[in-house]
């Protein structure tokens, strides 16, 4: 494991209190904390939210970074687990909510259009995105984890390894048993899509 001098700079400085340390790793690992972040919680404001509390818990855990992985691999970690804690959140809260306080806005169910994009192909691409984000919430956390962080995030097998503290074996196994998985799911959720 190749360590950035700069970032282990900053994160001693960090851990020694200085704020401008802090804001500097937080900015060194934002776009991929944001990706991943943004991957399981499917929205903008939810996504803000668990940065926000995966900052904070930085913040207080920062002493305890200890090198067994990279800087940004323990961070993604936290931020998974933020994510985690979050969705679990929200299905408490949605199990008692009332279904008339939801709001219908009819713009939150149109598609985003490209420029190329006529609108039945439009169409088409939102329902096949919307099919597979189906699928993927369907599949066990282990599997779900792997998927994210390979085809979505391209982190490497390595990595996955190091972020999920599983052995590159257990990594390549996963996926190709969530791919096959995902699959299956697809086809039992839309059989009329594979005739």
């Not at 306080?101 to 169409?123: F, L």
């Not at 998927?147 to 982190?155: A, G, H, K």
Request: glycine share 2%; hydrophobic share 35%.
């Amino acid at each position: 494991m190749a360590i950035d001098l700069k970032q282990e700079q900053l994160i001693q400085r960090a851990k020694k209190g200085s704020a401008e340390a802090f804001e500097a790793l937080i900015l060194s690992c934002h776009s991929k904390a944001y990706a991943v972040a943004f991957r399981y919680m499917k929205n903008e404001s939810d996504t803000q939210d668990v940065l926000q509390e995966a900052y904070i818990k930085l913040y207080t855990k920062l002493k305890t970074f200890s090198h067994r992985s990279s800087f940004d691999t323990w961070f993604i970690r936290i931020v998974i687990n933020c994510c985690y804690d979050a969705l679990r959140q929200q299905k408490s809260t949605r199990n008692r909510r009332n279904p008339a306080d939801e709001g219908d806005d009819p713009r939150d169910m149109m598609p985003g259009t490209g420029p190329e994009d006529s609108p039945e192909e439009a169409v088409l691409k939102e329902e096949r995105r919307s099919m597979l984000e189906k699928a993927m919430e369907s599949l066990s956390p282990e599997h779900r984890d792997v998927l994210v962080l390979r085809e979505y995030q391209q982190y490497s097998y390595e990595e996955i390894s190091r972020i999920l503290e599983l052995s590159e074996g257990t990594v390549k196994s996963r996926i190709n048993r969530a791919k096959l998985r995902l699959c299956e799911i697809l086809k039992e959720q839309n059989p009329e899509f594979f005739v």
